[in-house]
């Protein structure tokens, strides 16, 4: 800082003297709210990047597709005992997942049964407790499986795989795309959730126009970046077409997985003659 | 005026900052150096309370700062009023209809009296330079505008410490000059101000003292800016210059 005095004539009086400010007290429930969400969605998806997969190792593609027969079958089935027998399945798989893991996937599918259940109960008291327990543990199956499925995949490698199934490339991009900036755009409205809290120093009595405007200047930062990476694409010689290539192998723990779900089509088979 | 001990902080399992300890005195001017990602931007997120150290302690004018009294609106808002923080993207600061309202919002929230927020406004406008945009929508003004727009939000404020986050990127050559003259100023009528910055040509005219992080997230050197340019050793074994630096 190697200046000469500069002249403080053009420095305003008010900005020379320490402010006295005592702030009135506000509600700031919905921006801390509003925060914690977002911060809680960015952790979801930058925590993809460090996801490992269990020391299982499942051939992603095949994965999923065993993942989807298991919930076809569990959805048609109407023997409890087929429901029962997955639900000890994936609750074996689950035991040798890590703790963490463990801990987010049977909130979520304890809470959803839990949920389940309490909508079931006038139908349990009503006599049809049948019924009420098949869907109820139909429930915490699906649910336990798509949550193994998503917490031990990188999404990243879910869209890849479904290349597998057919599904078009320009498709797969744009779900990788729509990921990638719903990452982004989480990222700029939390730092403008933040702006807007620090910059919140007293009583804001039109806290509707300040979210308002951060919505608008979301929108307008949207459609920004879409133009933006339409002319990046354009410029990489994009025409529309799109292709990923995807080569995977198969190892022995994966030939037994395919063992394992050949044994439930079987048995939900067997069990479907039985109870005909 | 700020004293931080001991300080670590991760996002989950990555560390931002690694055992930093700094004290920051009234009217100070200091940059804070380092590569990308060496921690810069968590540190000022720290001092200006939108995040609270995991381990050690961050105090403001003598006074703990911590997640429970974060959590106390009060105390963060008058934390708030006295230090501005000017965020790196100017984009994700101004949300309001027009310059005049943006610059408005705090001095409002103040509880000043709309003739007192106007004269704010007016002397905010005129010390940027900025007077005929009053009207303008701050989303269709270019980088340089919008900074300056950003920089009269917080300084409608008058908070005591002035934080800035890389305030020198996406600034022309003239912006850039107009922008060391301003802090200059503001530094002698008394502000304190911590920049982060990558600008090793301008750092020394805007800041006397330098902190200099490394990639693990520490603090390797405090000293004079001057002193510290001139070690260009140092400066390449923290990955801020390569070889071609002279």
Known sequence: ?276 | MIEIKNVFYSYLDIIALNNINLEIKPGEAVALMGANGCGKSTLLKLMNGIISPERGSYRFDGEEITHKKLQDSKFSKQLHQRIGFVFQNSDTQLFCSSVFEEIAFGPRQMGLDELEVTKRVKDCLKLLNIENFENRIPYHLSGGEKRKVAIACVMSLNPDVLVLDEPMNGLDPKTQRWLVEFLVKLNKAGKTLIISTHNLELVHEISTRAILFNEEHTIVADMLTKELLKDIDLLKKVNLVDKYYH
Not at chain 1, 128 to 148: D, R
Not at chain 1, 235 to 263: L, P, Q, T, V
């Open chain 1, 1 to 276: 800082m190697d200046h000469t005095e500069s002249e403080m004539t053009d420095v305003p009086e008010w900005l020379l003297i320490n402010e006295n400010y005592i702030p009135l007290t506000d509600k700031d429930t919905f921006v801390n709210k509003s925060i914690l969400s977002i911060f809680r969605v960015i952790s979801r998806i930058k925590m993809q990047d460090s996801i490992q997969q269990t020391h299982l190792k499942i051939n992603v593609p095949l994965n999923v597709l065993c993942t989807a027969i298991l919930l076809i079958l569990v959805s048609l089935t109407k023997s409890l005992i087929f429901v029962m027998i997955i639900n000890v399945y994936l609750l074996s798989i689950l035991c040798v997942t890590d703790t963490d893991r463990l801990i987010r996937i049977l909130k979520l599918s304890v809470g959803v049964t839990l949920f389940t259940a309490i909508i079931m109960l006038p139908a349990f008291i009503q006599g049809n407790s049948y019924s009420s327990i098949m869907i109820t543990t139909k429930v915490f199956a699906s649910i336990t499986a798509v949550g193994l499925l998503s917490h031990t995949t990188k999404w990243s490698l879910l869209t890849k795989a479904l290349k597998r199934f057919y599904v078009p490339d320009i498709f797969i991009l744009i779900l990788d795309i729509t990921i990638k900036y719903i990452y982004r755009l989480g990222e700029l409205s939390l730092s403008m959730f933040y702006a807007l809290k620090l910059r919140s120093v007293g009583k804001n009595n039109k806290k509707y126009t300040s979210m308002a405007g951060v919505a608008g200047t979301m929108f307008l930062q949207s459609m920004e970046m879409a133009e933006e990476m339409y002319h990046a694409m354009e410029c990489r010689g994009f025409s529309g077409e799109y292709h990923r290539m995807e080569k995977s192998k198969f190892k022995w723990i994966d030939y037994f997985h395919i063992a394992i779900h050949i044994g439930f089509v079987v048995l939900y088979l067997y069990l479907g003659r039985v109870l005909s």
